[in-house]
């Protein structure tokens, strides 16, 4: 195992095998689909997608390239947001925004039989809900919640509590932390910039895949020593004299918070969960989950 180069340094391979693209899935295809496609376009050995989309869904899909698959659970922890037309079955009432607004706040939910988790009733966080037009029976909503949500769900409840009854009409995720749809990439793009590359014209495709240190803007950061992250890269933890910084809080309440570890330079190194204070002298302070190295 080695040391990866600086975000901004690598060449294309590096760049191809520990990367993100900001992808705006298609209608038709699976989540799982698409990431094959990207996967197999770019000839590595593995890609997987940042929460599923199912086939008619739209939006934003960050698809992890090579080692940046081992990024996965970093999407856990984040928001989504999403676009969604909802579908009454009667007359919208006049009461519409008060019910909607009802919603936002922790909400219980059940997955639907359809799903690939247990059945059991759990809590979502509903950060936001806004009608942002009406026409008829349709009701455009923009909605902003945890991940795990089931928006499909949500409208069905909706409808129940509005008393018209309603389903989910069409469906486009605009966000899901780190990324937004402001500089998604179509399929045709990444085909077009390996093209470009192909020919030694690496600009297009630097210009669609972005190195994978982006997926863990947001997260807390721990800089440690390149001495430090050689251990780690043998699977050792993280111990308080190998930390150069931090930008994470100490452990609150007994929950111990993702952070992810970087060298000086930029480079991630791990990701693990901070069990002590970066601070201290001695001790353990982050306990590996993921090594990146």
């Not at 018209?164 to 069409?170: I, P, S, V, W």
Request: overall charge negative; charged content about 25%; glycine content about 8%.
């Amino acid at each position: 195992m080695t040391l990866r180069d600086p975000p901004g340094t690598r060449d294309l391979d590096g760049l191809l095998r520990f990367g993100v693209l900001n992808l705006d899935k298609p209608p038709g295809p699976s989540a799982h689909q698409v990431a094959g496609w990207i996967r197999d376009m770019a000839d590595l050995d593995r890609a997987a997608h940042a929460g599923t989309l199912d086939p008619k869904v739209t939006g934003c899909l960050p698809v992890m390239l090579g080692d940046a698959t081992r990024l996965a659970p970093v999407f856990l922890e984040g928001r989504k947001e999403y676009v969604a037309v909802l579908e009454l079955h009667g007359r919208a009432p006049a009461n519409l925004d008060d019910v909607v607004a009802e919603f936002e706040g922790e909400i219980y939910q059940k997955p639907p039989r359809k799903s690939a988790v247990a059945r059991r009733l759990r809590t979502r966080t509903i950060h936001g809900l806004d009608v942002l037009e009406q026409r008829d029976r349709q009701v455009l909503l923009r909605i902003e919640c945890a991940s795990g949500t089931y928006v499909r769900k949500l409208c069905h409840d909706l409808g129940l509590a509005l008393g018209t009854g309603a389903h989910m009409g069409d469906l486009r995720r605009t966000a899901t932390d780190p990324f937004d749809d402001r500089d998604l990439v179509t399929m045709q793009d990444f085909a077009d910039a390996l093209a470009f590359a192909a020919e030694r014209d690496e600009k297009p495709i630097r210009a669609v895949v972005d190195p994978a240190e982006r997926i863990l803007d947001g997260i807390p950061s721990v800089t440690i020593a390149p001495s430090a992250a050689e251990q780690v890269a043998t699977g050792a933890p993280v111990y308080a004299p190998g930390v150069i910084d931090s930008k994470a809080s100490p452990v609150e309440n007994g929950e111990a918070p993702l952070v992810a570890c970087h060298t000086p330079d930029g480079s991630a190194v791990c990701l693990g969960r901070l069990v002590g204070d970066p601070e201290a002298d001695s001790g353990l302070v982050v306990d590996l989950e993921r090594v990146l190295v």
